[in-house]
């Protein structure tokens, strides 16, 4: 356990040394030029080239300022009025979190139902859905996003019932239609990774024996199955949730909603980029840590499968 806890703790230290270096890659091909005295509210200026000194001085200067993480600030967009960092990224922080972990949730569940009833369909249906799936999961964001608000106003105009705001105003959190869309694509990738991964199971000697045994189709694929199924897909979390980060760059400006990729971008500094990306990955790095703790002994990752 104490061994487990120092590699995690090592693990964390490389992580957010590797998150501060390729946050400052911008200072090694571009040097800030200030302003001339006497115009200190002119634009700065940029010069192209290679700067590693500069580079290497200001991973030094924002690593000094992680340790002194409570006095990191920024000026507030549209005034000059400087405020610390903390508590104000931390709102935008845990409504970015919350958004993110409940569509993985539904995403996951609706996939591992919609795969479940998928089996007690006929051959022609299931090939179908797959077809259909594939198509929709090639749709672009923009093109889901936009979908759904204009059925969210369709409805509203022909049936003066408003199902969900279509669109945030003045700083409002709206949950419905940016959870639907988040979950969207991630329960259309895992719907057809669970099904291969279904599909898999089912071709073995366990499976077999089962049905000599006369259990049900719903007993094997959820006692037995499924289990199987659930560790394998905790080796795609990491990958399921950065396609959840990419998609709620997107999500933030056309909802309108103030997450914490959207205060990110709208105070491009180093040291709040770079304190906004390890807040990303700590929870994932967390639920690892326990996954890792909580799997019985023998278990490991083998080739993106638990084994």
């Not at 049900?216 to 199924?229: A, D, E, Q, T, Y």
Request: with cysteine; glycine share 4%; net charge neutral.
């Amino acid at each position: 356990m104490t061994n487990k806890f120092l590699r995690f703790l090592a693990a964390l230290i490389t992580l957010t040394i590797s998150v501060v270096s390729i946050c400052h890659l911008p200072a090694l091909i571009f040097k800030e030029i200030p302003p001339p005295e006497g115009q200190p509210f002119r634009q700065v200026e940029k010069e192209w080239g290679f700067f590693p000194a500069e580079y290497v001085n200001e991973i030094k200067s924002t690593l000094s300022k992680l340790i002194d993480w409570h006095d990191i600030s920024y000026i507030a967009q549209g005034t000059y009025v400087e405020r610390k960092i903390f508590p104000h990224i931390l709102e935008s922080y845990s409504y970015s979190l919350s958004l993110l972990f409940i569509s993985l949730l539904i995403a996951l569940l609706f996939a591992v139902m919609l795969t479940t009833l998928t089996f007690y369909l006929p051959p022609i249906i299931q090939k179908s859905i797959r077809q259909l799936s594939a198509i929709l999961e090639a749709l672009p964001d923009v093109f889901v996003i936009f979908s759904l608000q204009l059925a969210a106003v369709w409805v509203f105009k022909h049936t003066d019932l408003l199902v969900t705001e279509p669109y945030a105003v003045s700083g409002q959190k709206i949950y419905f239609l940016p959870i639907l869309t988040l979950s969207l694509i991630p329960m259309l990738y895992l719907y057809k990774n669970t099904l291969l991964m279904y599909e898999n199971e089912l071709g073995k000697p366990y499976v077999e024996l089962g049905v000599a045994k006369g259990l049900g189709k719903l007993h094997i694929l959820m006692r037995h199955v499924f289990p199987n199924v659930l560790l394998s897909f905790f080796y795609n979390l990491k990958y399921m949730y950065l396609l959840l980060i990419s998609h709620m760059i997107i999500l933030e400006y056309m909802y309108n909603i103030y997450g914490l990729l959207r205060f990110m971008t709208n105070h491009p500094s180093y040291e709040i980029i770079t304190v906004g990306i390890i807040l990303l990955t700590l929870p994932l790095s967390f639920i690892f840590f326990l996954i890792k703790l909580l799997l019985p002994k023998g278990v490991t990752y083998y080739d993106q499968t638990a084994v």
